[in-house]
């Protein structure tokens, strides 16, 4: 459904994407794992043009995005995003939050966008923080709200941005259960986390990413289990 | 009394009676004090007394009269003061009666003359009194405190034209600074540079000057542009609200640009990511927000522009400054006016600063 | 609260308007046509602000006679003296007359009337200081003047002095009861007010000083209006009215 093309990221001097090429398949969990400044946020970010790419292609089903002539707000309506640090609208309640998108981008009513909202809300497990604002929720409540606001969208592919990174420990496994939950139900989702145990579990491929290139990617049990790469051994030992 | 007395001693002696102490000269003459009835002791006592009576009553009385009957003193003392009613000692006794004044009757010589007031300084000068008509006129200064009171409603008057000045710059301000500051953060490069120019200029120049270019520059620009090529003269009001109004602007665009770009760059990734337009995102995510962080620096601006506005003396515009610059040109008191200016301004400032915090203070607590 | 922030920009934009309209005077077409004048109203005794915030002075009382000669309203604008030619220029009024002495320097900008008044400049220094008895004892000393009058032109070409220009008049005798100016120029109808009104001050008359000659001030171009008011001056003249004035002044 996404198929990246030698995908090449500058920042001015700094090369950050040095040439990506992957596919990700309706359905499929991909879970991007790497050290720090190897380009997994910023080939995340690429992914819905929240940074241009500088060469390359994107397309997605079949639409290739990077081409001038593409409306990016249509295009990113259909990839939700979760951050790191939330980014929930602090002006809002966590209800408002979550129809804010669907009122202004699909033209839905206000009743039918709380609807929608309240049913997301109890996925995530959060209905009777409808109306609370976001300081007064804690960091994993409010990724869960984050995670519901995505999902407002009706979106094909549900982007990750080390959602878990910022959490206390505690909070880091109910943001988890509200992913594994998603990935069961068949969303496609494309995760850059440090978490490994979730990475193993959950997902159907693993990437991962040194310096700007994808060094090798394949299913947890190979990644994890038995890697290939001499960089890919290294970096495991390290982290596991 | 000391004057009424030494009268009484002069007349006594002037009159010749005989030499047994100023007691029995002068006036009673019709007691007729005779040799015999001195004799008896308890008649010249009663006498005495009598006489002793009868002669302060003569002396505090002929401090009024008319002088008919005194040798070859006719001085008149003419005392008059701006403003009248001022009361006057004489080498330090009060005097009865108030400015303005005649006094006759004084011997020739060099007196102390005071005149006081209530609410007025006390003025005083050596009078040289010689035979005939003398004048003396005294102009009374007010006490600082009764001069402050007086020129107040003069400074009052400015201070609400300075409000107002304020008050219809900074909402112009407000107007221009909102669309200027935008477009300085909008990714459009022509506004961007248009925007930054404009800031740019009318932060980089001074107040002053700029009110200077627009009174008397303009009119011959605004001439030869619009008119025959005779100057269109600008009446001060008018160049007054205008400068302050486009300076104000270049302010207040400075600080909402700064406003818009305090807001974390995560809050715009999040609304774009949900598809919404760099519109609709600046409309219902960023700006909401950013209303909140400009409100104390747009108070602050209110009340640097309060103080600011003061330079619109320079071109005789009334407001307060230029009407204690007026007073102080008729009344040569400049620590007074200028003190009491300080004061009103004081009185405008404090509780806009006031409200500033108290609006910090709360905003900061609901963020 | 949006139709509220509405009301309150209408009402603003009103008053604006309002004040707009209402400041911008324009002329007055129906009775008589108006004689705008400009004048830096703090030069007592020629122009000034009296207690009841009234314009008073010789130049005053004679632009009202002027004025009435040529049967015209007559419409006073108190301005800075800095500004007061540029604002004539600018068409902000349309004659100066405010004790301005007529030079070539100002002969180069604007037109001037016939003559109507002769001064000299005077010294004023304060009453117990004896270093200075004439124009020559203020080598190296400092004076105080009003910027740009003609006592400023003549203090600041005597050798080695040190000058400190002033807004106003009042300001530069301020100074120098302040004790930071030795010494103040100006006009000696103005000096000898100044000494009269103010405790501590004495005036030194200049013998040989330049005899100047006041003019009313009109803009290059407009000859008509300038010979109007030649002619008004002219009348005056003649039926003894200015001299009347003059001696009603110097005489005080």
């Known amino acids: 459904m996404i198929k990246v093309v030698n995908l090449h990221k500058r920042f001015n001097s700094l090369h950050v994407l040095k040439g990506i090429t992957t596919q990700i398949n309706p359905g499929e969990v ?21 940074e241009e790419p500088t060469e390359g292609e994107i397309f997605i089903e079949g639409v290739k995005i990077t081409d001038e002539k593409v409306n990016i707000n249509e295009v990113r309506a259909e990839m939700g995003m979760v951050f790191q640090r939330f980014n929930l609208f602090p002006h809002m309640t966590a209800l408002q939050n979550i129809t804010i998108g669907p009122v202004q981008v699909r033209k839905l009513s206000q009743e039918e966008a709380e609807e929608r909202a309240y049913a997301l809300l109890d996925k995530v497990g959060l209905r009777e923080k409808a109306h609370e604002y976001p300081d007064n929720l804690s960091g994993g409540q409010q990724q869960r709200v984050a995670i ?40 496609t989702m494309v995760v850059v986390s440090h978490e490994m145990g979730f990475a193993r579990e959950v997902s159907d491929r693993v990437l991962f990413m040194d310096d700007g290139i994808i060094v090798e990617e394949g299913p947890p049990s190979q990644i994890f289990g038995n890697p290939q790469n001499e960089r890919t051994k290294s970096f495991l030992s390290k982290v596991l | 009394m000391t004057t009424s007395l030494s009268v009484c001693t002069y007349d006594a002696r002037a009159a010749g009676e005989d030499d047994t102490g100023y007691r029995f000269a002068g006036r009673e003459k019709t007691k007729g004090v005779s040799m015999k009835q001195m004799k008896h002791s308890r008649t010249f006592i009663v006498t005495l007394i009598m006489a002793g009576i009868f ?38 006794e009060p005097y009865d009666g108030v400015t303005p004044l005649t006094i006759r009757g004084l011997s020739p010589g060099r007196y102390l003359v005071e005149v006081a007031k209530a609410r007025y300084r006390k003025e005083s000068r050596y009078v ?44 112009n301000g407000i107007v221009i600074g909102t669309f200027a ?42 001439g030869s542009l619009f008119g025959d090529g005779t100057p269109i003269p600008l009446n001060p009001f008018l160049s007054a609200l205008s400068a302050l109004s486009i300076n104000s602007g270049a302010y207040v665009a400075e600080i909402i640009r700064a406003g818009i770009q305090s807001i974390d760059r995560g809050q715009m990734e999040a609304a774009r990511s949900l598809g919404m337009s760099y519109w609709q995102a600046m409309r219902h995510i960023i700006l909401p927000q950013a209303v909140k962080r400009v409100i104390p620096p747009l108070g602050n601006e209110f009340i640097a522009m309060l103080k600011d506005s003061s330079l619109v003396s320079v071109i005789g515009m009334e407001e307060l400054v230029r009407k204690a610059q007026v007073i102080v040109t008729r009344t040569y008191r400049p620590t007074e006016t200028w003190l009491g200016v300080g004061l009103v301004f004081l009185m405008m400032t404090l509780p806009f600063t006031k409200i500033v915090t108290e609006l910090e203070r709360r905003l900061k607590t609901s963020d | 609260m949006k139709r509220s922030y509405l009301y309150l920009i209408i009402v603003l934009l009103v008053v604006v308007a309002l004040v707009i309209v209402f400041t911008n005077k324009p002329q007055q077409e129906a009775a008589r046509p108006v004689l705008r004048v400009g004048t830096d109203a703090a030069y007592e005794p020629f122009e000034y602000i009296d207690e009841d915030g009234n314009f008073a002075g010789f130049d005053i009382e004679l632009i009202t006679m002027i004025a009435e000669e040529m049967g015209r309203e007559l419409e006073l604008q108190n301005v800075q003296w800095d500004g007061i030619i540029p604002g004539l220029m600018n068409g902000n009024y349309d004659c100066l007359i405010s004790a301005m002495t007529i030079t070539e320097e100002r002969m180069k900008q604007i037109n001037f009337s016939d003559p109507y008044f002769t001064i000299k400049q005077a010294i004023v220094v304060r009453e117990d200081d004896y270093s200075i008895t004439g124009p020559a004892d203020l080598a190296g000393k400092t004076i105080a003047v009003q910027n740009g009058t003609t006592g400023d032109l003549y203090a ?11 807004d106003t008049n009042p300001q530069a005798i301020q100074e120098l009861l302040n004790k930071n100016a030795d010494a103040a120029v100006m006009d000696d109808l103005v000096a000898y007010q ?3 009104k103010m405790k501590g001050l004495r005036m030194i008359e200049i013998a040989d000083a330049e005899v100047e000659n006041y003019g009313i001030g009109v803009k290059k171009g407009n000859d008509e209006l300038l010979a109007e008011i030649n002619k008004a001056l002219a009348t005056l003249r003649e039926n003894g009215k200015l001299d009347a004035l003059i001696e009603k002044y110097r005489s005080m």
């Not at chain 1, 991909?30 to 929240?50: E, W, Y």
């Not at chain 1, 999902?151 to 505690?170: R, V």
């Not at chain 2, 009385?61 to 004489?90: C, R, Y």
């Open chain 1, 148 to 187: 519901a606001r995505a999902l407002s969208m009706h979106p094909k592919a549900m982007l990750f941005d080390e959602p878990t990174s910022a959490l206390d420990p505690e909070m880091i496994k109910e943001v988890l259960d509200v992913m594994k939950d998603l990935a069961k139900e068949g969303m």
């Open chain 3, 194 to 196: 100044a000494i009269a």
């Open chain 1, 30 to 50: 991909v879970c991007i794992i790497g050290p720090s400044g190897s380009g997994k946020s910023t080939f995340l970010r690429c992914l819905n043009l929240l």
């Open chain 3, 156 to 166: 600041s070409q005597i050798e080695g002095v040190r000058m400190k220009r002033f």
């Open chain 2, 128 to 171: 040289e009194v010689k035979p005939g008509e003398n004048m003396v006129r005294f102009s009374l200064a007010e006490t600082s405190l009764y001069y402050l009171w007086k020129i107040a409603p003069l400074l009052l008057l400015g201070a609400v034209m300075t409000l107002f000045l304020t008050i219809i710059s900074v909402f």
């Open chain 2, 181 to 222: 500051g935008m477009a300085r953060v909008v990714p459009f490069r022509l506004l961007n540079v248009i925007a930054g120019a404009y800031v740019n200029f009318f932060r980089g120049t001074p107040l002053l000057v700029q009110i200077f270019m627009i009174h008397f520059g303009l009119p011959p620009v605004l």
């Open chain 2, 55 to 92: 002669l302060l009553a003569a002396c505090s009385g002929q401090a009024q009269e008319t002088a008919g009957d005194t040798a070859g003193t006719d001085t008149v003392l003419i005392i008059t003061s701006n403003p009248e009613g001022a009361e006057v000692f004489i080498n330090g």
